[in-house]
């Protein structure tokens, strides 16, 4: 049953934070202004009648639900978090999803927050309980395809930096966007080394944020709002480790080509860059997002640095990624991504995306790779 | 008052007439006569974290020793394990293989003396390291994949496919005490004074 779910959820309402170094707001400042944004985008005012169910999503909660509970006084119902590394947004989004097919509610909330902030480092700790798998951080993880892509293909730090300007360049036509400055080829080229081959450009920032979305039946939606958006598919995929993954061949994210091959089925997708007229992917480091390109589909194994080169990614050009300016200019509160994602797909679906807009977008895919990376979410949205 | 034992600073206030609403309240004579007094010298020492005996907190507790004895094939003498039902190797020990999922068929491979070679690397600027860049990546020995730090290198030196061979180094200091683990070494890396820093794949472009 892959087209389970196709077409009977509705996105009726989403709501998204202020993305940025929110050193004055706490948890519950976030998730009250992305909550009640998309309670006002969905035209309700009686949300404790309405919503039946809560699924968040975050990594780093000080309180568990009752940060959302408590926050949203959301009580008398179900509240449940979900972890899944980078794809904790787009998991959460996942179970409110399922809840609904499986017709256990009609309306529920999702909610995926982070406020890394508060956690007193300006980036992610360093972690010594162990004396194996040292360098211990993203950066040096998400680099590891690098070396053998590079020499495979003749990519180079170039190609990257392209990626990193364009998404800079989209994050400053984003209201809620934390950097909204553009960048040059050479500042990228310029900046300091974090890990080879990213330097301090190549890497999304931590952030504080907060992202809603209202779920609902297809048959209730228009009760919310006359243009609600349909959910297509969405998926979560593991695959091992790729430190130590024997069949690993440092060219592709294997998580992005499970979930991808799940989530097309799903969605009765075959053709991916035709049928797909947009999409938001997990550019945590600019590599990620030049291999998500192929691992999805979007162009073919090897071409991704022709297609950066000819503009194909950019807002104005074939297959526009990163809309918003993507983590690159949001900064990545992990469990709020792959909400803050769904939230800019429905603008742009709905034609509310103002001067990012995408001329008449009808199929738009979000996508989260986290971990070592080890787990891929993906979730599509679609007009009625 | 700062500092355990080293120095002393005295405040000098005086009263002003803003002050008078704070007349009335307990007071350093009252809070002293109010005090709870330390049982002995030993957890006076141990709240000022002077005990000889505790950890150091900067480090945290360092590696939990439930965890470095249940490792010690892996990582003291760098063992792989061979399923004897498909013949993939894994590194660290698994439960169940990767690739025919057999529970339990494992059979010990010792790495540490064996070459191999590199598969991918970075040059990580992040981690602590008072010399950095700190090289990594994954090798290959024996067709077992570990992710390990590389030393006496030079990244000028890197590329896919890289001969190198294990050795046992100091790792870091967490818990305040010495943690060992192995890493890879070029095999027989001629000195070659003449590479430029500026050249190098690490640093710029
Ligand atoms: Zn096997």
Known sequence: ?384 | MRGPRQRAEALLFTLTGAARGARGRRGVAGHLAQRRPLPSYQSYLASRQLSPSDHDPRGGGGVPATVAYRERDAELSLHGFRCTGCGTMHFPRQRVCYRCHARDRFEAVRLSDRAGRVLSYTFDWFFPNPEPPTIAGVVEVEGARLYVQMCDARPEQLRCDLPIEMVFRRIHEAGGRPNYFWKSTPIAAPASDAASPATAPGGGR
Request: charge should be negative; proline fraction near 5%.
């Open chain 1, 1 to 384: 049953m892959k087209d389970a779910i196709r077409d009977k959820v509705a996105v009726v309402g989403v709501g998204c934070s202020a993305f940025g170094e929110r050193w004055d707001a706490s948890p519950e400042d976030l998730i009250v202004e992305a909550a009640y944004e998309a309670y006002a985008d969905a035209g309700i005012d009686d949300q404790q009648r309405v919503l039946e169910a809560v699924f968040c999503g975050a990594v780093y909660p000080s309180r568990g639900t009752a940060e959302v509970a408590e926050s949203l006084k959301l009580f008398g119902r179900p509240v449940s978090l979900v972890q899944n590394y980078c794809a904790t947004g787009t998991d959460a989004f996942r179970y409110g999803v399922l809840s609904i097919a499986a017709g256990l509610y009609d309306t529920v909330l999702v909610v995926g927050f982070d406020k890394p902030k508060d956690r007193g480092v300006s980036g992610p700790s360093v972690n010594l309980t162990g004396v194996r798998g040292l360098p211990a951080t993203p950066a040096a993880w998400f680099s590891l395809c690098a070396a053998r892509y590079f020499e495979t293909y003749g990519a180079s730090r170039e190609d990257l930096a392209r990626i990193a300007v364009k998404n800079h360049h989209n994050g400053t036509l984003a209201p809620k966007s934390m950097l909204k400055r553009e960048i040059t080829v050479e500042d990228a080229l310029g900046a300091r080394m974090i890990a080879w081959p990213f330097g301090l450009y190549d890497c999304a920032a931590q952030s504080d944020g907060a992202a809603a979305a209202i779920l609902t039946r297809r048959e209730g939606a228009r009760s919310f709002r006359p243009d609600p958006v349909l959910v297509k598919a969405v998926s979560i995929a593991l695959a091992p480790n790729p430190q130590g993954d024997p069949d690993f061949d440092f060219l592709s994210w294997k998580p992005t080509v499970y979930a991808a091959r799940d989530a097309y089925a799903q969605a009765g997708i075959t053709d991916p860059r035709s049928q797909i007229h947009l999409a938001q992917l997990h550019d945590c480091f600019t590599l990620t997002e030049m291999l998500s390109y192929e691992d999805l589909g979007f162009c073919d194994r090897g071409t991704a640095k022709e297609h950066v080169a000819a503009g194909t990614f950019a807002l104005e050009g074939a297959l526009p990624v990163n809309t918003d300016g993507g983590l690159k200019t949001f900064g990545h509160p992990t469990g709020a991504t792959g909400v803050r994602m769904i939230y800019e797909n429905t603008l742009q679906l709905q034609g509310r995306a103002g001067p990012r807009q995408v001329p008449n977008a009808g199929l738009a895919l979000s996508h989260n790779l986290g971990g070592a990376p080890q787990t891929c979410g993906i979730a599509i949205l679609g007009r009625e």
